[in-house]
C-alpha cells in the first residue's frame, strides 16, 4: 500500500496551538470485525495490536488528574479489547462522559450479545458509521451484508432507548461519501436518513455527523492507485475555509495509541506523527509523561490532510464544524 505522508508532507496548512484539553480519544486496538475500504485505520480481523491492562491504567489515572470531560473510545472494533468494559465502567464511575465509536455489526458478534446492554446500562452515547441509509451504498463501502445487521443493531439500540427523547440515551450516526468528494450538507442530509430510515426500518437516532475522507492509509493508497490523489487535495484545499480553523478537533484533544503515545489526533496517530511539544519534531510523548502537564499552547503538527477537517463546513470527530459549535 503506497503511504501518502511523502506526498502529505509538502503541502503547507496554517499554523495552529493547542487550546484547552477537553476530550481525550483513546484508540484501543486495531482489531476489527470489518475490513472497510475507506478504514483510515487499516483495521481488520487479522490485526494484533490492542492496549493492555496497564496503559489502560495510565489513561484511566490521566482522566481522573487532568479532568477530562470526554472520552471518545475508538480503534478498531473498541469493543474487541477486553479492557473496553473495565474502561468504559471505571470512565462513568468518574463521572466522564463516554463516546463508543461502535461499527454496529460488533452488536453481533459471537461474545458479544450483551454489548447493547451494557452500554445503554452504562449511559455511553454510540456513534455509529452508517455510510449511507440505502443498502447498494453501505455494502459497497463496508462489505456484503452489513447493512442488513446494521439497521438490526440500530433497531436493537432503539429498544433500549436510544436515539429516543427523554431516555438520555444519545445514538448518532456518521456518514462519509464513498469517494473523493465532499460530504453533502449535514442538516438536510440528517433529514433525509431521519426520514428513509424512519420509514422504511423504524429507526430513530439523535444527530448525522458527516465526515470528508482523509487522504490516509487505505483511502490514500486508493486515491494514489487510482491517480486521484492530486484532484482530492486540491479539492480540499480549494474549500478550506480559516473560519473552520479555531474548531479542528485537535485543539481540544488528544488522541492517544494502544501503547499509550499521545498525538494530536486520530489522523496523526495514523502517520505516526506524534504529538510534540515544539522542541524536537523525533521526540514521543508518552500519556504518562503528561499528567503533571498541561498541553494548552503546544503547536499541533499539521499538513495537507488537515484540509480534510477544514474543506467546506468542516468534519470533526462531531461532525460538520459548524454544527458541532452549535
Ligand atoms: S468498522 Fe470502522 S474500524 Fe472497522 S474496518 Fe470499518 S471503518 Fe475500520
Ligand atoms: S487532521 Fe484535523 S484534527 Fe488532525 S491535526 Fe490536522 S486539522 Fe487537526
Known amino acids: 500500500m503506497r503511504d501518502t505522508w511523502p506526498l502529505l508532507e509538502r503541502i503547507a496548512f496554517p499554523p495552529i496551538r493547542r487550546g484547552p484539553l477537553h476530550t481525550l480519544q483513546v484508540n484501543v486496538?486495531?482489531?476489527?470485525?470489518?475490513?472497510?475500504?475507506?478504514?483510515?485505520?487499516?483495521?481488520?480481523?487479522?490485526?494484533?495490536?490492542?492496549?493492555?491492562?496497564?496503559?489502560?491504567?495510565?489513561?484511566?489515572?490521566?482522566?481522573?488528574?487532568?479532568?477530562?470531560?470526554?472520552?471518545?473510545?475508538?480503534?478498531?472494533?473498541?469493543?474487541?479489547?477486553?479492557?473496553?468494559?473495565?474502561?468504559?465502567?471505571?470512565?462513568?464511575?468518574?463521572?466522564?462522559?463516554?463516546?463508543?465509536?461502535?461499527?454496529?455489526?460488533?452488536?453481533?458478534?459471537?461474545?458479544?450479545?450483551?454489548?447493547?446492554?451494557?452500554?445503554?446500562?452504562?449511559?455511553?452515547?454510540?456513534?455509529?458509521?452508517?455510510?449511507?441509509?440505502?443498502?447498494d451504498n453501505v455494502e459497497r463501502q463496508r462489505g456484503k451484508g452489513v447493512f442488513a445487521v446494521s439497521i438490526r443493531g440500530l433497531q436493537r439500540l432503539n429498544a433500549l432507548g436510544y436515539g429516543r427523547e427523554g431516555s438520555g440515551l444519545v445514538l448518532n450516526l456518521v456518514y462519509n461519501p464513498q469517494g473523493p468528494s465532499l460530504p453533502p450538507a449535514q442538516d438536510k442530509l440528517e433529514d433525509d436518513y431521519k426520514r428513509v430510515l424512519g420509514e422504511r426500518h423504524g429507526v430513530v437516532f439523535n444527530r448525522l455527523y458527516t465526515f470528508a475522507n482523509m487522504p490516509i492509509q487505505r483511502f490514500g493508497a486508493i486515491l494514489i492507485a487510482q491517480n486521484e490523489f492530486d484532484r482530492y487535495l486540491d479539492l480540499l484545499q480549494h474549500a478550506h475555509l480559516d473560519a473552520n480553523l479555531g474548531q479542528v478537533m485537535c485543539r481540544n484533544l488528544i488522541s492517544v495509541d494502544w501503547r499509550g503515545y499521545v498525538y494530536d489526533c486520530d489522523f496523526n496517530q495514523m502517520l505516526d506523527l506524534p504529538l510534540t511539544s515544539g522542541r524536537d519534531a523525533r521526540e514521543r510523548v508518552h500519556l504518562s509523561d503528561l499528567l503533571g502537564v498541561d498541553v494548552e499552547g503546544l503547536p499541533i503538527r499539521v499538513a495537507g490532510h488537515c484540509y480534510g477537517c477544514t474543506a467546506g463546513q468542516g468534519s470533526s470527530c462531531g461532525g460538520a464544524l459548524k454544527e458541532a459549535a452549535e
Open 29 to 135: 486496538g486495531y482489531r476489527c470485525n470489518q475490513s472497510c475500504v475507506h478504514c483510515h485505520v487499516n483495521a481488520g480481523p487479522s490485526r494484533t495490536e490492542e492496549m493492555p491492562a496497564d496503559v489502560a491504567d495510565v489513561m484511566l489515572a490521566f482522566l481522573e488528574r487532568r479532568r477530562i470531560a470526554t472520552l471518545d473510545i475508538t480503534g478498531g472494533a473498541p469493543e474487541l479489547n477486553p479492557q473496553f468494559r473495565r474502561i468504559v465502567a471505571a470512565a462513568r464511575d468518574m463521572g466522564v462522559r463516554v463516546i463508543d465509536r461502535c461499527n454496529l455489526t460488533i452488536l453481533e458478534v459471537p461474545g458479544q450479545e450483551d454489548l447493547a446492554e451494557f452500554l445503554a446500562a452504562q449511559q455511553v452515547e454510540v456513534v455509529a458509521s452508517m455510510p449511507c441509509y440505502l443498502e
